[in-house]
C-alpha cells in the first residue's frame, strides 16, 4: 500500500515533467517595477488614492472586520448602500452583497438550478464550474458558443426547472456571449439564464454597467446576473443581481451567505468610491477597451495570435506550457508581467498569455509592452 505523501510527490514531479508546476510569487506594491498586465485592475484603481482613503474612512467608522455573518453583525449600512448602488448602476431589480465572487456564484446556481437542468458553456470560468457541480443538479456541457446547443438541451429536458450559465466576457479567451440569443432561448424554454459579469462589469457599455445592461437586457425577466468587486472596482467581494424573489431565496437558504461573514467595511466603502469614480469618469471603461484593442493589434501586426477583446482581456495562444512559461519570463525580463494560462485553466493545446488591459497605461507603457511582444513574437519564429 502506498504512502499518501508518497502519492503526492509523484503526482508533482508528473505536473513538473509536464510543465504544470505554480509557485507563489509575492508582488512588492510597485509589482517589482514591472508593467501589469496580469492582473484584473481594468480601470486602474486598486492603487487609487480615493479608494484608499475610502477604505480608511470605512475601517475607523466600523472597524477592521464585519465581525459576523450577514445576518448577525456583519451588516452595515455600507453594505446596503452598496446594495442600492450597484443596482441602480446595473440597471437590476436588486442586489445582494457576498465575501467574494466564487460564493456569489455558489449561492446563485446551487439556489436556482433547484434539482433541475444546468446548461453550462465549455470556457466557463471555474468557480462557475464548480457551482454547476455542486448544484446536484444534471449538468450539459454544450460548446463554446453555441447557442443551438444550448436550445437542444432545454427542449429536450425532462426536468421542470432549468438554467443557462454563462460568463459575459470569457475570463481567458476575452470574447463576448451571445447573451440577446441565450435570453431568448431561455425564455421560451421557461429557464433562467445566469450571466457572470466579472469581467465585463466597469469595462462594457457606456456608463461600464456590465455586458446585460449593454445589451438591452438589464430590466428583462428571466436573468440573474453575478459581479465581483476585485476588477475593475478595485476592491474585494461580489454580488448576486436579480429580482427581490431571487435576493429573498439567497437570504433564507444559501449556506454561502448565510454562514459565511460578511464583507469587509473597507472593501465595502471602496467599492462605493470606485461606482463614484465611474459616475465622475465615464471614459474609463471606453479607455480600457480601447487599450486592450490596441494590445490586439500590436500583437498581430507582430505575427502573435492575439484574440479579438470585447473588454480587456487578451489571449496570446501559444500552445505548449512550456511555450507560454518561457514567454511570460521573457516580458518579465522585457518589463512587463503578464498572465500565463496552462492546462487546466485552459484546454490542452491552448496555453497561452493573457494580456489584460488597464485604463492608466499610458504611451509610454504601450512602447515597453511592444517591444516585449517583439521578443516573444521573435523568439516563436526562430
Not at 431589480?93 to 466564487?102: E, I, R, T
Request: glycine share 10%.
Amino acid at each position: 500500500m502506498s504512502r499518501p505523501l508518497d502519492t503526492l510527490r509523484t503526482a508533482t514531479a508528473g505536473r513538473e515533467a509536464a510543465g504544470l508546476r505554480r509557485a507563489l510569487r509575492p508582488r512588492t506594491p510597485d509589482h517589482d517595477g514591472l508593467i501589469d498586465l496580469a492582473s484584473n485592475d481594468y480601470l486602474g484603481l486598486s492603487g487609487d488614492d480615493r479608494l484608499i482613503r475610502a477604505a480608511v474612512r470605512a475601517t475607523e467608522d466600523w472597524g477592521t472586520g464585519s465581525t459576523g455573518s450577514r445576518l448577525v453583525t456583519g451588516t452595515t449600512p455600507l453594505h446596503a448602500e452598496l446594495e442600492a448602488r450597484l443596482a441602480a448602476f446595473t440597471g437590476a431589480p436588486g442586489a445582494l452583497v457576498f465575501s467574494s465572487g466564487y460564493l456569489a456564484h455558489l449561492a446563485a446556481v446551487t439556489a436556482l438550478a433547484r434539482g433541475g437542468l444546468v446548461v453550462s458553456d465549455a470556457r466557463n470560468r471555474t468557480s462557475i464550474v464548480g457551482a454547476c457541480r455542486l448544484s446536484r443538479a444534471r449538468v450539459v456541457v454544450t460548446p463554446h458558443g453555441d447557442v443551438a446547443a444550448v436550445e437542444a438541451a432545454l427542449r429536450e429536458r425532462d426536468e421542470e426547472h432549468a438554467l443557462v450559465v454563462t460568463d459575459a466576457v470569457f475570463s481567458v479567451d476575452g470574447d463576448l456571449a451571445p447573451l440577446p440569443a441565450l435570453h431568448a432561448a431561455a425564455v421560451r424554454h421557461g429557464a433562467l439564464l445566469v450571466v457572470d459579469e466579472a469581467h465585463s462589469l466597469g469595462v462594457v457599455g457606456e456608463s461600464g454597467g456590465g455586458a446585460v445592461h449593454a445589451a438591452g437586457l438589464a430590466g428583462k425577466s428571466h436573468i440573474v446576473r453575478t459581479v465581483t468587486l476585485s476588477k475593475s472596482f478595485g476592491s474585494q467581494g461580489g454580488a448576486v443581481l436579480g429580482a427581490p424573489e431571487v435576493i429573498e431565496t439567497l437570504i433564507d437558504t444559501r449556506r454561502s451567505f448565510i454562514f459565511d461573514t460578511g464583507l469587509a467595511p473597507a472593501c465595502v466603502g471602496a467599492a462605493l468610491r470606485a461606482l463614484e469614480i465611474l459616475d465622475e469618469r465615464p471614459d474609463l471603461p471606453k479607455r480600457a477597451s480601447a487599450i486592450a484593442r490596441t494590445l490586439a493589434t500590436t500583437a498581430r501586426e507582430l505575427g502573435l495570435e492575439p484574440g479579438d477583446p470585447a473588454a480587456a482581456v487578451v489571449p496570446i495562444v501559444l500552445g505548449s506550457p512550456g511555450a507560454a512559461v518561457s514567454a511570460a519570463t521573457l516580458c518579465a525580463e522585457l518589463g512587463v508581467r503578464v498572465g500565463c494560462f496552462r492546462p487546466p485553466s485552459v484546454p490542452h493545446g491552448r496555453s497561452c498569455l493573457r494580456l489584460t488591459a488597464r485604463a492608466n497605461l499610458g504611451s509610454d507603457d504601450l512602447a515597453v509592452i511592444r517591444r516585449a511582444l517583439t521578443a516573444v513574437a521573435e523568439r516563436k519564429v526562430g
